[in-house]
């Protein structure tokens, strides 16, 4: 058994530091295990983080084929890179990360310069797909929503450009904190409440639009 199975899971009820360090303690166990290239951690971790993983992915690129190439390549980064994960952040925070990073360098290659170009132009790329990722916690989204509104809001913030996208997804599907998501995109703290703010305005009459729509067709 991994140090990482052997820690108590953090999602129980406490007091919000007595979580914060268990929260501490798991990441150091992860840290300790990558370090020392624990053979069942990778698997752990994958089975934890994969439809998450995979979500995030899908929404930054809006392509399932290059999410699901990408989602083998961030795997492969964890077990080369994994000493490099000291456990001073949370694991899904440094995860997710190395995903943006390769998503970037994906872009880069095929001439595109930043995350917000990412959706300029159309093309096969854009064709409605199917964000439904069995697994893993209700988010605050999933909680709020039946299918069919979660339907609306996945093409709502399929709208969004990509930044704001971005941000939406880590703060209320990953549940990732500000000064999380501010280490994820490398960005002050002060964009990203900046841009969590414009999405959220951004998104409003999108799903007014689309409520409306569904509303007429009954």
Same mark, same amino acid.
């Given at each position: 058994?991994?140090?990482?199975?052997?820690?108590?899971?953090?999602?129980?009820?406490?007091?919000?530091?007595?979580?914060?360090?268990?929260?501490?303690?798991?990441?150091?166990?992860?840290?300790?295990?990558?370090?020392?290239?624990?053979?069942?951690?990778?698997?752990?971790?994958?089975?934890?983080?994969?439809?998450?993983?995979?979500?995030?992915?899908?929404?930054?690129?809006?392509?399932?084929? @290059?999410?699901?190439?990408?989602?083998?390549?961030?795997? @492969?980064?964890?077990?080369?890179?994994?000493?490099?994960?000291?456990?001073?952040?949370?694991?899904?925070?440094?995860?997710?990360?190395?995903?943006?990073?390769?998503?970037?360098?994906?872009?880069?290659?095929?001439?595109?310069?930043?995350?917000?170009?990412?959706?300029?132009?159309?093309?096969?790329?854009?064709?409605?797909?199917?964000?439904?990722?069995?697994?893993?916690?209700?988010?605050?989204?999933?909680?709020?929503?039946?299918?069919?509104?979660?339907?609306?809001?996945?093409?709502?913030? @399929?709208?969004?450009?990509?930044?704001?996208?971005?941000?939406?997804?880590?703060?209320?599907?990953?549940?990732?904190?500000?000064?999380?998501?501010?280490?994820?995109?490398?960005?002050?703290?002060?964009?990203?409440?900046?841009?969590?703010?414009?999405?959220?305005?951004? @998104?409003?009459?999108?799903?007014?639009?689309?409520?409306?729509?569904?509303?007429?067709?009954?």
């Amino acid at each position: 058994m991994s140090s990482f199975t052997q820690v108590q899971p953090f999602f129980v009820q406490g007091s919000a530091s007595a979580i914060q360090e268990q929260v501490r303690q798991e990441s150091l166990a992860i840290s300790a295990g990558l370090k020392r290239q624990d053979p069942g951690l990778l698997d752990e971790l994958i089975v934890r983080y994969q439809h998450r993983l995979l979500r995030y992915l899908l929404y930054l690129t809006g392509n399932r084929e @290059m999410a699901e190439d990408l989602f083998q390549e961030v795997w @492969m980064r964890v077990v080369v890179r994994g000493g490099q994960f000291n456990g001073r952040a949370r694991f899904d925070t440094w995860l997710f990360t190395i995903a943006r990073n390769l998503v970037i360098d994906q872009r880069r290659k095929r001439t595109m310069q930043s995350l917000d170009e990412m959706f300029e132009g159309g093309g096969e790329d854009d064709r409605p797909m199917s964000f439904e990722i069995a697994g893993g916690e209700p988010t605050p989204f999933d909680r709020l929503a039946n299918l069919e509104d979660r339907q609306r809001i996945a093409a709502a913030l @399929m709208e969004l450009d990509t930044i704001h996208r971005e941000v939406l997804v880590l703060r209320f599907h990953e549940e990732l904190s500000l000064e999380e998501i501010a280490t994820v995109t490398r960005s002050p703290l002060s964009t990203v409440k900046s841009r969590l703010y414009r999405g959220m305005a951004a @998104m409003k009459p999108k799903l007014e639009r689309s409520l409306q729509r569904a509303e007429e067709a009954v």
